[in-house]
């Protein structure tokens, strides 16, 4: 394992206040988004859409990495180029999503166990030939009645483990996210306690698989109510209670903490991820950044909606919404930005 690399591939995906833009959603997921606006459910409306996102200019001034999904990383701009080469033109770093989605944990009704460690070695291996310095795993835990079990969150922390260990061997930085979803009218005091259970037994799983934290990143979910809960906290009730769970529970030598976004509204997103950072800016020892994909994608996919006229507009909306971010990793996001 050359640990030199990947402590590089680390520290240059979130340099100069820069995040990650995941834009690895599988067909099924990016065919549900399309269909909701009207765009055509193709390979080639996929592609044309991801060939709107890293042409982008200027991106490459707020997004250190672009998560890609399979399908992705193998295509290329309608003038042949391949969409690895522009992204590192664009001085990102290509990185993919190796997971192969959620599916039902047996004996565990209403919960989910990712998939994907078969064959896994081999996978890695043709990514990084094809220039992937980085991966992407996700794991789904619910919150509900007596949810989540034990089983379901070992299982899932295991198996983020034993991938970990074989994106380091590969050269791979690996991206653990173990997402509680916000599915369900769980308080703010409940997301963060099993955040927190979760969160102990991912870690417990990486060492246990001897994956060295210097060299890896986490995409946790902020800590948040449940989308039926009836209380709204405010910015900084969810800093709060998001940061303290994280020094608690991650390990000071984690070199950067990039969110999901989950669904929340993109400007909201970005004023929380802000909050944490003016809060406890000079009490982490780890970088608090961003790895979103609907709250930086949406609102371009709402201006594109499959016309090429709009490619422009949404192009500009997309690299408006990655400044805001990168903003708010320096806490220094305001209401202004947007309104410009
Ligand atoms: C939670 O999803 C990840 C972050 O996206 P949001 O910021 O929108 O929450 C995201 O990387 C996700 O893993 C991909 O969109 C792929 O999802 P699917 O369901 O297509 O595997």
Redesign the pocket.
């Known amino acids: 394992m050359n640990m030199q690399m990947l402590k590089d591939t680390a520290r240059l995906l979130f340099a100069d206040d820069k995040g990650l833009l ?1 834009m ?3 067909n ?2 990016c065919n549900k988004r399309f269909a909701a606006l009207g765009i055509a459910q193709t390979v080639e409306a996929r592609r044309a859409y991801r060939e709107l996102i890293v042409t982008t200019p200027g991106l490459g001034e707020s997004i250190g990495g672009a ?1 890609l999904y399979d399908e992705t990383i193998r295509q290329k701009k309608s003038d042949g180029t391949p969409f690895v080469k522009v992204i590192i033109e664009a001085g990102i770093t290509p990185g993919i ?1 190796v997971d192969i ?1 959620a599916r039902e944990l047996a004996g565990h009704p209403g919960e989910k166990v990712t998939e994907g460690l078969d064959g896994l070695r081999d996978r890695l291996e043709e990514y990084f030939q094809m220039g992937a310095r980085f991966a ?1 795993w ?1 794991a789904v835990i619910a919150i509900g009645d007596g949810l989540p079990s034990w089983g379901c969150v070992e299982a899932n922390a295991h198996a983020l483990a034993r991938y970990a260990a074989l994106c380091q061997e590969a050269g791979l930085v690996p991206v653990v ?1 173990p ?1 509680v979803i916000m599915d369900g009218d769980h308080t703010l005091e409940q997301c963060g306690e099993i955040t927190d259970e979760v969160l102990r037994t991912v870690f417990g799983e990486l060492y246990a698989q001897r994956v060295v934290i210097e060299g890896m990143i986490l995409k946790p979910n902020m800590v948040l109510p449940g989308l039926a809960c009836t209380i709204e906290p405010s910015l900084e009730e969810v800093a709060d209670a998001t940061v303290n769970c994280f020094l608690r529970a991650v390990p000071a030598a984690v070199p950067a903490i990039a969110f ?4 929340q509204p993109a400007e909201l997103a970005s004023a929380r991820l802000n909050a944490m950072n003016v809060r406890f800016k000079s009490r982490m020892p780890w970088a608090l950044a961003f ?5 930086i994608q949406q609102p371009a996919l709402e201006i594109w909606k499959g016309r090429e006229t709009n490619v422009v507009a949404a192009q500009q909306v997309l690299v408006d919404r990655a400044r805001c971010n990168q903003a708010a990793r320096r806490g220094e996001y305001s209401q202004q930005m947007e309104a410009k």
């Open positions: 995941a690895d959603e599988s099924g997921t998560i999503k989605g992407k996700r996210e997402e999901l976004s989950g669904g790895s979103f994909a609907r709250a």
